[in-house]
């Protein structure tokens, strides 16, 4: 597994695209993440209010509350985790390098194991991040620093890696599937930011719809993701949220995983490369 | 003298398309062997499957006596086709992931690198070279490592006259250190300088297979000439031995009866007079018999 790696590394350490993509990544999320506070002072001086709240005093940062704040939006940024994996296999599959690298000696399995290799280690390195980047923010902002409330709601953390773990095998089967690189990216960019939303939202909301149909949105591959971690800004205004990762949707998440996985293998396998 | 290949029976159909059909062939250690057959023939297609990266309809291949695997492939070096590696990286860089995936050390990338003319260009990224750097690059890694089986689809595409002579020496002096050697090329001046066994195919299917020395001693075509062309073909004409007379451009190229041979043709000329300018038995080459082996399978197959 660390040779497979280190293949993956040895094809990617030298290539621009893939360094600006890293950086976008998380120069984007270090300005989102670290900026909240700015935000509130803005919203405060634009004369915002928050059904009588100061703005400032909300405590976005407070553990543990920061992890499931952090993970939230840290969600947003992995479209851009997965164009790093569509344009890593689908390169491989333009160039036939995916093709020599069988000839040579890799089996289609250790291949693919190699490029899971890369979507783990993208999936652990968002994540480490985030602990590090809430961990010092928080110790920044946060009213309360006892160790218990740091260390309280990290599964917020583990919800998140796989969330991006699941969503980039995800990429990987469209990126295999299709092939090229730029109909890749605009399907997968289309499909979690559009489509299915759009969809979702017709599903819950729309009265024409058949109450049977309804129950099916949670199972949505995107949607099942976007549940593992709730919307948590509505507890600053006193209304309920889920501030847990349920374990059925873990389970939904898994599920798909384990088919993107299968779709994945079963692709290679059949096809001539 | 063991086997390193086998093949048995192997079909592969693309739709309506035998690309392969029912080919059985059988290559020995140490033996240099050509591949043969028009645009579209199954060359490709039979060394796509072999290397396992194209799927087989039917049939069995074997490698060293067992099936293949990918510890198998790593001891082959092949080019199929295109020459494919990473445009951003370096020829040194490329050649280092090919040592990692064969779980080999780096030491033999420098030496290699010389070996194919490119150690100063070893640094510039694969996308700046031109066809035929491209080409050679393609037959360094395939020659990394130093494997005991080397596969070569058209290892000459693109090459200059003198990359061509370099490649063909190249074969030469690997073939000389006991390497089995599988080369698929249109050239067949090459395949016929270097190669000790070959296969022609045609639609997929294996239609002759023989040894190239085989087929380069059996010519009893003679060339003659003389100042007169004229008078020497009417001469000629009146030898009871003669079989056949082309008049090709300076010289005719004749066939006796199998028994005489060019003492007694040169008797008979000298005698009417006639003094040759040029007197020599032609080598039959492995093109002439490549197009008569194809002329004779189209005949059969209408
Ligand atoms: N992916 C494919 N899909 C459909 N048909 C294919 C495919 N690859 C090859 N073929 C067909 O299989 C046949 C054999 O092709 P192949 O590439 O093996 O020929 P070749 O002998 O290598 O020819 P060349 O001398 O031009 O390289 C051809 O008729 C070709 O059209
Ligand atoms: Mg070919």
């Known amino acids: 597994m660390i040779r497979l790696f280190e293949i993956e590394w040895l094809k990617l350490k030298n290539y621009k695209v893939f360094w600006a993509l890293i950086i976008t990544y998380f120069l984007g999320l270090i300005l989102v993440l670290s900026s909240g506070m700015f ?6 001086y634009k004369g915002a209010e928050f059904k009588g709240i100061d703005p400032t005093i909300i405590p976005l940062y407070d553990f543990p509350d920061v992890w499931q704040n952090m993970t939230y939006i ?10 790093i994996v569509i344009i890593s296999v689908t390169n491989e599959i333009g160039y036939r390098t995916m093709r020599q690298n069988v000839i040579e000696g890799l089996s289609k399995w250790e291949f693919l194991l190699s490029k899971l290799s890369l979507v783990f280690m993208l999936s652990f390195a968002a994540t480490v991040f985030l602990f590090f980047e809430g961990l010092i923010t928080g110790l920044i902002y946060s009213t309360v620093k006892d160790l218990r409330s740091i260390f309280s709601e990290l599964e917020f953390l583990a919800g998140y890696f796989l969330e991006v773990f699941t969503f980039l095998s995800f ?5 295999i599937l299709l092939k090229r690189a730029g109909f890749a990216i605009v399907l997968i960019f289309m499909y979690t930011l559009i489509f299915e939303p759009f969809l979702t939202i017709n ?11 309804k129950s099916i949105s949670p199972y949505l591959p995107i949607r099942s993701l976007n549940n593992l971690i709730s919307v948590p ?9 889920q501030d847990f990762i349920a374990w059925k949707d873990v389970f939904i998440v898994l599920g798909w995983l ?10 290679l396998d059949k096809r001539d490369i | 003298m063991s086997e390193i290949l086998s093949i048995e029976n192997l079909v592969k159909d693309y739709g309506k398309i035998k690309a392969v059909n029912k080919l059985s062939m059988e290559v020995e250690e140490g033996s240099v062997y050509g591949l043969l057959g028009p645009n579209g023939s199954g060359k490709t297609t039979t060394l796509g499957i072999i290397l396992d990266v194209i799927k087989k309809t039917s049939g069995k291949y074997n490698w060293f006596g067992s099936t293949s695997s990918s ?18 990286l370096s020829a040194r860089r490329n050649l280092r992931i090919i040592t990692k995936i064969k779980g080999k050390g780096a030491d033999s990338i420098d030496e290699v690198l010389k070996l194919v003319n490119l150690h100063d260009r070893k640094d510039d990224p694969f996308r700046t070279f031109s066809l035929g750097m491209k080409q050679r690059l393609a037959i360094g890694a395939a020659l990394i490592s130093n494997p005991p089986v080397l596969i070569l689809d058209e290892p000459t595409n693109g090459l200059d006259p003198q990359g061509i002579a370099e490649i063909r020496k190249l074969i030469l002096q690997v073939a000389g250190q006991g390497k089995t050697i599988l080369l698929a090329s249109h050239l067949l001046d090459e395949v016929q300088k270097v190669c000790t066994h070959f296969i022609v195919l045609n639609k997929g299917r294996g239609i002759y297979s023989g040894l190239v020395d085989e087929v380069l001693n059996t010519s009893n075509t003679i060339e003659i000439a003389s100042k007169d062309l004229q008078k020497l073909s009417k001469a000629v004409k009146e030898f009871s031995h003669l079989n056949s007379l082309e008049e090709e451009k300076d010289l005719l190229a004749i066939q006796l009866n199998n028994s005489v041979d060019t003492h007694a043709l040169n008797t008979f000329l000298i005698e009417k007079g006639i003094v040759l300018t040029h007197l020599a038995i032609r080598k039959s080459s492995l093109e002439q018999k490549f197009l008569k082996i194809l002329e004779e399978s189209d005949d059969q197959t209408v």
Do not use: C, D
Not at chain 1, 258 to 267: A, D, R
């Open chain 1, 39 to 44: 935000l509130m002072q803005f919203f405060k």
């Open chain 1, 74 to 83: 840290a969600t947003f940024f992995k479209i851009i985790l997965a164009f």
């Open chain 1, 171 to 175: 990429a990987l089967l469209i990126g």
């Open chain 1, 203 to 213: 599903l819950e909301h729309n009265p024409h719809i058949y109450e049977s149909l």
């Open chain 1, 233 to 241: 800004f509505q507890r600053y205004v006193f209304m309920e949220i």
């Open chain 1, 258 to 267: 384990i088919i993107y996985q299968f779709s994945i293998y079963k692709l």
């Open chain 2, 71 to 88: 510890e198998s492939r790593k001891k082959i070096g092949a080019i199929l086709e295109v020459p494919a590696f990473y445009p951003h």
